[in-house]
Each structure stands twice: as structure tokens, then as C-alpha cells.
């Protein structure tokens, strides 16, 4: 199992452009999320699914986008990226909701110039 | 919203002390998780637990559902267990996970 796999690792950006972070898992899992972690901010949710075709917003869901066609797939879209988006995003699964263990990707670090 | 508040925010300890970081929080939970992030790296689940104690290997996690208070301990501590360690706790419908800002443990030689 390849488990949580993200993509890309490194990105920069400019002020405005668009772009898509990749996220699949193998495991089968229903609940996906994604996360930005800033530096003593803690982890923040922005946008999770508890299925194909179901998301939701978390906790600071401006300027991004999500969708879940399929169970193994969760692309996280900026839609026009700004400074304020330069963070460290991870992406996680689980099989059922938060309340099973978590598998996390291994993050992207994204700047936005 | 849950209040989640860990302790200390920063713990430098010798090698092979014995390592309590702890979690705080405001509103009751079915689950708690126990987070760790080498630096530069990803996150590595270590332990979820709705009661008691649990263990795995040097690690040992508890939880005080009437308190509202989990403890992660380290026995018999190593360098390689230099990190930051995260609680997280979902929200009653377990579709949101909350974080704590992390302990970043160095253990020196």
C-alpha cells in the first residue's frame, strides 16, 4: 500500500495563479481532509469528504476548492493564490471519519511570491 | 468549538528521561489522537484512544474522559524521539479534528 500520497512536495507560485494539489489513497478509506499547518497556528481544517461526492468546509476554506469524484481521490484547488496562502499543506485519511486513526501525506510546502 | 491546550509548548530533556506531554481540553470527545511530526517531515499517527491507557513500545498514552486531559508519556527517552507531538481531537460528529499547536521535545545526548 502506497497509503496517503501528495503531490507536488515544493511548489511556488505567483500572486494570482491557479493551481491543484494532488491526494489519493489506496486504502479504501471514506473520510478524506486537508490541512494548512502555519507556524504557531497548529493544524487547521479546510475542506474535508465523508464520501464520493459528499465535502464539506472546515475551518478556513477561502480560496481553495475541493471535490470528490471518486473514493481515492481528493485535489485541493487555490483559485487564485495569494501571500496568505503560503503554508505547509497535508492531506489525510481514515477509514471512517475523525474518530479512526489518521493516515496523513507527507505534505506539499507551498510559497506564494 | 473545542479549546485544546498542550503542555509544555517546548521540553528539552536528557537522554533517557522520562517524558509527560500533556493535553487539555474543553468540550467531551468520544476519541482523542496523538500526533507526531519529525521536523521537515510528515505526521505519524501514534495513538487514538476514547479510555484508559494505551502502549506501544516506550510510548504510553492515557486518557481522563471526566477531566478532560490525556498525557503522552516517553520512558527511557532517545534522541530519535526529538519532535513535535500533537493532540487532535474530533468533534462530536467526527468529522472535524482539532488541533493542538504541538510540544517540540528535543532530546539531547
Known amino acids: 500500500n502506497a497509503g496517503v500520497t501528495q503531490t507536488p512536495k515544493f511548489q511556488v507560485l505567483k500572486t494570482g495563479q491557479s493551481m491543484t494539489l494532488q491526494c489519493a489513497q489506496d486504502?479504501?478509506?471514506?473520510?478524506m481532509s486537508w490541512y494548512r499547518q502555519d507556524p504557531g497556528m497548529g493544524l487547521r481544517l479546510i475542506h474535508y469528504s465523508v464520501g464520493a461526492g459528499i465535502t464539506d468546509q472546515g475551518e478556513v476554506p477561502n480560496g481553495y476548492n475541493v471535490s470528490r469524484s471518486t473514493t481515492e481521490d481528493f485535489p485541493l484547488r487555490l483559485l487564485s493564490a495569494a501571500p496568505s496562502q503560503t503554508s505547509v499543506y497535508f492531506c489525510a485519511s481514515s477509514y471512517r471519519r475523525a474518530g479512526n486513526t489518521i493516515y496523513f501525506g507527507e505534505g506539499s510546502w507551498l510559497t506564494v511570491v | 468549538k473545542n479549546e485544546v491546550e498542550q503542555s509544555p509548548q517546548n521540553l528539552t530533556a536528557q537522554e533517557g528521561e522520562f517524558i509527560t506531554i500533556n493535553c487539555s481540553y474543553s468540550v467531551g470527545i468520544s476519541a482523542l489522537h496523538w500526533l507526531q511530526q519529525h521536523p521537515g517531515g510528515g505526521i505519524v499517527s501514534l495513538f487514538m484512544?476514547?479510555?484508559g491507557k494505551k502502549k506501544h513500545g516506550r510510548l504510553i498514552a492515557t486518557i481522563n474522559i471526566q477531566e478532560k486531559h490525556s498525557s503522552l508519556h516517553i520512558t527511557a527517552s532517545h534522541p530519535r524521539d526529538s519532535a513535535v507531538y500533537i493532540c487532535?481531537?474530533?468533534?462530536?460528529?467526527?468529522?472535524?479534528?482539532?488541533f493542538g499547536t504541538g510540544t517540540r521535545l528535543t532530546i539531547i545526548p
Open positions: 486504502m479504501n478509506h471514506e473520510y
Open positions: 487532535a481531537l474530533p468533534n462530536f460528529g467526527n468529522e472535524k479534528l482539532t
Open positions: 484512544l476514547s479510555s
